[in-house]
């Protein structure tokens, strides 16, 4: 069974960090690219990060460029999304995505709020 386990969402201020989980089990993690996705209420998910299955090339939403970090571990099935810097317009519901050809998965999201 396919599954994709975000985690490390929450609550944060205006210029905080957090660092989000996503743990895959159910499919051959390292033969996927994995990506990061978020929606804002009222607007349309938007790709955030990207990261090859080797992890050797990553992509950045302009938006996020020079803040977010995509990384992967292969050995522990994991991809992280280093958020620094945050700023409200970041809040959304976190999505984590795995894709393989037709093949696609995603999670179940993990909130992220940047409020003071």
């Known amino acids: 069974q396919v599954q994709l386990v975000e985690s490390g969402g929450g609550l944060v201020q205006p210029g905080g960090s957090l660092r989000l989980s996503c743990a895959a089990s159910?499919?051959?993690?390292?033969?996927?690219?994995m990506s990061w996705t978020r929606q804002a209420p009222g607007k349309e998910r938007e790709l955030v990060a990207d990261?090859?299955?080797?992890?050797?090339?990553?992509s950045y939403v302009d938006s996020v460029k020079g803040r977010f970090t995509i990384s992967r571990d292969n050995a522990k099935n994991t991809v992280y999304l280093q958020m620094n810097s945050l700023k409200r317009e970041d809040t959304a519901v976190y999505y984590c995505n795995a894709k393989r050809g037709p093949y696609a998965f995603w999670g179940q999201g993990t909130p992220v709020t940047v409020s003071s």
């Open positions: 990261i090859t299955p080797s992890g050797g090339s990553t």
């Open positions: 159910g499919f051959t993690f390292m033969s996927y690219a």
